[in-house]
């Protein structure tokens, strides 16, 4: 009843875990365009051996009779044909045969001594020897990343080129706009001269004649006046102001 129930239990196992890798099939590959990843993984180097029972016997034949014997089946097969083998003198049991049992109990103690030991040495080696053979696909593939990464600077670097010709381009603009503003206003500041100078130089020319008009009028005026007219003006000056001097 037991090794009944196991080999259903193991049943709906392997049902639920086949239905897996089927859906897990169904699923498109989408690691990469040219491998399909999911139906056809690539191969590993398997670390560790594969799973066995009672030392040398492999998992894998025990699961193979799960479907057909029980979970019991792969030992009942086991000894009875041990059984058979020695009861019809088809294994004939001799001196050989202690031999060999003594040898194998020394071989699994040296196993369980020292086997942890020789497998973690054997594994340090291992590693070593695959680090050394994996160093240089690792170091191409930094190189490669590294130089992706610098690729990809370089993509930013020259999209914020744009901006920085746009910013020089503004700054040139702004220069030129202040140099034509300065000859603007040196033209200004020269024509202004220039204004100013004709301007001045028409106020000089104006004071010039007037000041000459002015000489030659007053030169005019003296030499017109006699001395005759020069002394009755002056004595007429004269009794003017004793009569002022007289009123006051």
């Not at 003594?102 to 001594?113: E, S, V």
Request: aromatic residues 8%; glycine residues 4%.
């Amino acid at each position: 009843m037991l090794s009944r129930l196991a080999a259903r239990s193991i049943r709906l196992a392997h049902t639920s875990s086949s239905a897996s890798q089927a859906a897990a099939s169904a699923t498109p590959a989408t690691t990469n365009e040219e491998r399909n990843e999911v139906d056809f993984p690539r191969t590993k180097r398997p670390i560790h051996p594969a799973p066995v029972r009672m030392g040398f016997i492999p998992e894998t034949w025990f699961e193979l009779l799960y479907s057909k014997t029980g979970v019991t089946g792969p030992y009942v097969l086991g000894t009875g044909l041990i059984t058979y083998l020695v009861s019809k003198e088809i294994y004939v049991i001799e001196h050989e045969f202690y031999s060999g049992v003594i040898m194998a109990m020394m071989a699994a103690y040296g196993i369980k001594k020292f086997g942890p030991t020789v497998a973690a040495t054997l594994d340090d080696q291992l590693a070593k020897e695959k680090e050394e053979m994996l160093s240089g696909r690792n170091n191409t593939i930094k190189a490669l990343t590294e130089g992706i990464a610098a690729s990809e600077l370089s993509a930013e670097q020259a999209k914020g080129q744009s901006l920085l010709f746009q910013a020089k381009r503004d700054n040139i603009g702004l220069q030129l706009e202040a140099a034509y503003r300065q000859r603007l206003q040196s033209v200004y500041a020269e024509v202004k001269k220039r204004l100013d100078y004709q301007l001045e130089k028409s106020n000089v020319e104006k004071r010039f004649e007037q000041r000459h008009m002015v000489d030659w009028i007053v030169q005019n005026v003296r030499q017109s006046i006699t001395p005759a007219q020069e002394a009755a003006s002056l004595k007429q000056c004269i009794t003017d102001l004793k009569a002022l001097a007289a009123r006051a």
